[in-house]
């Protein structure tokens, strides 16, 4: 039993401390050493260990970035940078952001925001169309990639309609219509209808078509996967006419990259279950190099800070991974790398406390200094996290776009 003048005493020590401590818990040491190739496989499992390491199927083709699949998720990732920041979290400032973005809409940023993964995926021609007129009639989409227990939230296909090429159509309401193709035995084309939306005359811009169930059904049974049949009508009520997309405007194979046809699929992820999976297959070539790797890293760069033999209080540790060192910039698209740095350092009186400390470690650390040998000091861990996002290319035709929360270390603290 501690007496009441003790009590009273580190009651009194803690009200000082919390006056006078000011300032913030600031990364004081930085990388600064030359990284050797046991550093990089370190930084391969980093990555293996996040889930998106898997190299495109041609990583020595350079992918086409500047096509409206990627271009689309290029939108999502900066949306995620700001709302990050915390500069678009009001619903007033997302319909601002979404009337400047052509591409984003507030309904989408409503499926962005529950989402932690989407993928977009560049539509291909038809083959059997190949050597016909590149028009957008028919269209697939390479679903090969994607695990099949990996069941997509929502799906969606996107077209863009530019302005009518036939002057006398520009007048006239149209029903775009979505089928899905399905192949007999015969080999005879059966079409199911997906999805179809009204669009008026005047309209430009993107047309969204929910092919949810379509996605669904390709990734389940990948031999059922024949491409999506687009019927276009004209709405009068006196007559109907079925006529190509491209004569009311819908950008074909042909024409704009930025603006052909794109399909998303959004999904939501049981994060922690995913990465211990990945920890699982990992585990044992972490072990393998850790001792001659990575904790003599460490403890060399810790002993640097210490060269005086003067306790250094608890701070971040920065250890940033840069794509380029380990050749992956050419299809991770961004971030330009991210830190993993940890926290590290002393949560004693001796050490120095500031304010990013809880008032329990703070009495903590004062019983420490009194009670060494009953009372342990403070931890040092993460007290601030942030979210990152990282958009790569899982090859030519796909691009993902993965959310994690709690990933980046922004602030220590003794707990």
């Not at 391969?44 to 409206?68: A, C, T, W, Y």
């Not at 090969?144 to 090429?165: F, Q």
């Not at 819908?250 to 049981?270: L, Q």
């Amino acid at each position: 039993m501690f007496g009441k003048q003790l009590v009273l005493c580190i009651f009194f020590i803690v009200l000082i401390l919390e006056q006078l401590l000011s300032g913030y818990c600031a990364s004081r040491f930085s990388d600064d050493y030359d990284e050797t190739n046991n550093d990089l496989e370190v930084e391969e499992d980093i990555l293996r260990l996040m889930g998106f390491l898997d190299q495109p199927k041609n990583p020595h083709q350079v992918p086409i970035r500047n096509r409206s699949a990627p271009e689309f998720l290029k939108s999502v990732y900066e949306y995620f940078s700001q709302s990050e920041n915390n500069q678009y979290s009001f619903s007033s400032e997302r319909s601002k952001r979404a009337s400047e973005n052509s591409m984003l809409t507030e309904r989408d940023y409503r499926l962005i925001d529950e989402s932690d993964v989407m993928i977009s995926f560049v539509a291909q021609k038809s083959r059997a169309d190949i050597g016909k007129p590149d028009d957008v009639s028919r269209m697939n989409f390479d679903v090969s990639a994607v695990p099949s227990n990996e069941i997509p939230t929502h799906g969606e296909l996107r077209l863009y309609r530019g302005s009518s090429i036939n002057d006398t159509l520009k007048n006239y309401d149209f029903t775009i219509t979505a089928y899905q193709l399905s192949s007999l035995s015969s080999g005879t084309k059966v079409k199911h209808f997906i999805n179809s939306v009204n669009v008026t005359a005047n309209y430009e811009g993107w047309i969204i078509l929910n092919i949810t169930k379509t996605l669904h059904d390709w990734i389940k049974n990948r031999r059922d996967n024949n491409g999506i049949r687009i019927i276009v009508e004209i709405c009068h009520s006196s007559f109907t006419t079925e006529m190509k997309p491209e004569a009311i405007g819908i950008v074909g194979f042909d024409g704009d990259p930025a603006k052909h046809a794109f399909m998303v699929a959004y999904y939501r992820h049981d994060e922690k279950k995913s990465i211990q999976l990945n920890i699982r297959n990992i585990t044992n070539k972490l072990r393998q190099k850790r001792s001659v790797t990575l904790e003599k890293k460490l403890r060399d760069k810790l002993l640097s800070f210490s060269e005086d033999d003067s306790p250094y209080p608890c701070a971040i540790v920065d250890y940033y991974v840069r794509f380029k060192d380990i050749n992956f910039n050419q299809w991770i698209i961004a971030p330009e790398g991210f830190s993993v740095g940890y926290c590290s350092g002393e949560c004693t009186l001796s050490a120095g406390l500031n304010i990013d400390n809880s008032n329990h470690a703070i009495v903590q650390a004062v019983l420490h200094s009194v009670y060494p040998k009953q009372i342990p000091p403070p931890c040092c861990v993460p007290i601030k996290l942030s979210p990152m996002s990282v958009l790569y290319f899982a090859n030519n035709d796909q691009v993902v776009l993965k959310k994690y929360n709690d990933m980046i270390l922004d602030k220590c603290g003794c707990r």
